[in-house]
């Protein structure tokens, strides 16, 4: 079985500060996904990212995945409110999410 | 407009009560997917199903079972309830095992008391 651990697990941080989600596991994946969750709905998709040492950016968060794509990390610069909730990376080919990181920005 | 419909979006229902949640996709995919999602646990894979009446267990299957008897359809079928069933169910949809555009249901929160 395929497993996704994140850590950590919960995460509260004053607004303008910087942080950084990880995604770990002992297996290689293809493609790996990071969603954001709000309360009561479904994930949203940020990112999906292919390649071994690939680094993509979307505004203020910048995803990299593991040279060896078994790991991948979710940086958020200056944090802000409006970044508030679950956020989930997954396993594209068999669509397993880790347990998710919540995070809370306090203004 | 691409959706995946879920219902009931709310329910409170008693142990041993057999229920069934629907989840409708009008993008026919051939990749569905049910997950509950419960606190600090993230989504876990109830059964996935690969094409119409290929299905197949995720990670959490005991107590549910799903059918794939149409592309759109893939509900998912709670024989006899139990409290520990008791969490927030999504369906997903994508439109093959190596699609990488996945549309969520908008969640069905079940009660069983």
């Known amino acids: 079985t395929q497993l996704l651990e994140q850590s950590p697990q919960f995460l509260s941080i004053q607004e303008g500060e910087n942080l950084t989600v990880y995604c770990n596991s002992s297996?290689?994946?293809?493609?790996l996904q990071w969603y954001r969750q709000e309360p009561g709905e479904g994930p949203v998709l940020l990112v999906t990212v292919v390649t071994g040492g690939e680094v993509k950016k979307l505004k203020r968060l910048t995803f990299q995945f593991g040279d060896a794509r078994k790991d991948s990390s979710l940086h958020i610069t200056a944090a802000q409110p409006g970044d508030t909730g679950l956020y989930l990376c997954a396993g594209v080919h068999k669509l397993i999410f880790g347990q998710g990181t919540e995070l809370s920005v306090k203004p | 407009e691409a959706q995946v419909t879920q219902n009931p979006r709310y329910l409170i229902t008693v142990t041993g009560k057999k229920l069934t949640v629907t989840c409708s996709q009008n993008m026919n995919h051939e990749y569905m997917s049910w997950y509950r999602q419960d606190p600090g646990l993230g989504l876990r894979q109830i059964y996935y199903s690969m094409n119409v009446e290929v299905t197949d267990k995720g990670d959490v299957p005991e107590g549910y079972k799903v059918s794939r008897k149409e592309k759109r359809n893939f509900p998912l079928i709670l024989e006899s309830p139990s409290p520990n069933q008791t969490s927030l169910y999504f369906c997903?949809?994508?439109?093959?095992?190596?699609?990488?555009?996945?549309?969520f249901g908008e969640g069905s929160w079940l009660t069983v008391v």
């Open positions: 997903a949809s994508r439109k093959s095992v190596s699609g990488n555009t996945i549309y």
């Open positions: 297996s290689v994946f293809s493609s």
